[in-house]
């Protein structure tokens, strides 16, 4: 992806990517394509809610498979993920430099635990997305969001900025 600014400084070192997709064109080639004919696929769509704000004192979740090992057996290059999650995070607010959501969590279980899951959907129980994991604070024992309310627009911020380069 090509490197932008939004303006704020804080989001420089903030890395997003997104796809849009034709989901007719796509169902129809995956219909289509005998190398998966027979095998199960599941594309999931979220078509939530996009406007909510997380509450205090509700729990929130987020897992992701993000810790990654490649190893080499049999002559061949394995990969094997393990799984990183949150299940006790606590909405606190949000971080007025940013703009993005903060959670607290009992306790924060090191970087390696978390490093590759950005992206990861800060999830309810109910299922209903309301952050996008982007970061985290080791020593307060907190992890940031980006709001969900916000993707679009900072999707079209950075169509706009590309188009300009």
Same mark, same amino acid.
């Given at each position: 992806?090509? =490197?932008?600014?939004?303006?704020?400084?804080?989001?420089?070192?903030?890395?997003?990517?997104?796809?849009?997709?034709?989901?007719?064109?796509?169902?129809?080639?995956?219909?289509?394509?005998?190398?998966?004919?027979?095998?199960?696929?599941?594309?999931?769509?979220?078509?939530?809610?996009?406007?909510?704000?997380?509450?205090?004192?509700?729990?929130?979740?987020?897992?992701?498979?993000?810790?990654?090992?490649?190893?080499?057996?049999l002559g061949r290059?394995?990969?094997? =993920?393990?799984?990183?999650?949150?299940?006790?995070?606590?909405?606190?607010?949000?971080?007025?430099?940013?703009?993005?959501?903060?959670?607290?969590i009992p306790d924060?279980?090191?970087?390696?635990?978390?490093?590759?899951?950005?992206?990861a959907p800060i999830?309810?129980?109910?299922?209903?997305?309301?952050?996008?994991?982007?970061?985290?604070?080791?020593?307060?024992?907190?992890?940031?969001?980006?709001?969900?309310?916000?993707?679009?627009?900072?999707? =079209?911020?950075?169509?706009?900025?590309?188009?300009?380069?």
């Amino acid at each position: 992806m090509k =490197r932008f600014t939004f303006g704020k400084s804080e989001l420089e070192s903030v890395d997003i990517s997104w796809a849009k997709i034709d989901l007719d064109a796509f169902q129809r080639s995956i219909a289509g394509n005998k190398n998966i004919s027979g095998k199960p696929f599941e594309f999931i769509v979220y078509q939530g809610p996009f406007g909510q704000s997380p509450q205090p004192q509700t729990p929130y979740i987020f897992a992701s498979q993000n810790r990654v090992v490649i190893y080499e057996a049999l002559g061949r290059r394995h990969l094997e =993920r393990e799984p990183s999650y949150e299940m006790e995070m606590e909405y606190t607010g949000r971080n007025t430099n940013q703009g993005l959501c903060v959670f607290s969590i009992p306790d924060h279980k090191g970087h390696s635990h978390y490093k590759g899951a950005s992206g990861a959907p800060i999830i309810d129980s109910t299922g209903q997305i309301f952050a996008i994991l982007v970061g985290g604070c080791e020593i307060s024992n907190e992890l940031f969001g980006y709001p969900l309310w916000d993707v679009p627009n900072l999707i =079209r911020i950075s169509e706009d900025s590309l188009k300009h380069q």
